[in-house]
C-alpha cells in the first residue's frame, strides 16, 4: 500500500492560485494513475482530475476544465494540482489517490482507487 500526503492548501481570495502537492511514499507510483478528489461541506466527494501513468493524458471535471492542470514526477513521487481563477465554490478538502489495476485510465471510478491521503483544505474567499 502506498502513503499519500498533501500539502499545499490554504486561504486564497478569488481569482488567486494554489498549488497542491501529493507525495507517495512505501512504494513508486510510477504504474498509478493518480487522481484529485474534493469534498465540500455537507457534499459528497467528487472527482476533480486524473492522470495516466505516465502523466500524457489527463482529463478534468467540467467545472475545473481549464483552470486546473494535473502533473507529476514519477521521478520525485509526486503529483500536483495547479489551481488557477480559483472561486469560492472550489472550497472544499481536497484529496489525492491512486490506482493500480488493468483498466483504462479514463474509465477508472472511485472506488478503483486503493490508496488515499488524508486531505488539504482549500478555501477561496469571495
Known amino acids: 500500500q502506498v502513503q499519500l500526503v498533501e500539502s499545499g492548501g490554504g486561504l486564497v481570495q478569488a481569482g488567486g492560485s494554489l498549488r497542491l502537492s501529493c507525495v507517495a511514499s512505501?512504494?513508486?507510483?510510477?504504474?498509478?494513475?493518480m487522481a484529485w478528489f474534493r469534498q465540500a461541506p455537507g457534499k459528497e466527494r467528487e472527482f476533480v482530475g486524473i492522470?495516466?501513468?505516465?502523466?500524457?493524458?489527463?482529463w478534468y471535471a467540467d467545472s475545473v476544465k481549464g483552470r486546473f492542470t494535473i502533473s507529476r514526477d514519477n521521478a520525485q513521487n509526486t503529483l500536483y494540482l495547479q489551481m488557477n481563477s480559483l472561486k469560492p465554490e472550489d472550497t472544499a478538502v481536497y484529496y489525492c489517490?491512486?490506482?493500480?489495476?488493468?483498466?483504462?485510465?479514463?474509465?477508472?471510478?472511485?472506488?478503483?482507487?486503493?490508496?488515499w491521503g488524508q486531505g488539504t483544505q482549500v478555501t477561496v474567499s469571495s
Open positions: 512505501g512504494r513508486t507510483i510510477s504504474d498509478d494513475a
Open positions: 489517490a491512486a490506482a493500480r489495476i488493468a483498466k483504462a485510465t479514463r474509465a477508472l471510478e472511485e472506488t478503483d482507487f486503493a490508496s
Open positions: 492522470s495516466n501513468w505516465i502523466g500524457v493524458s489527463t
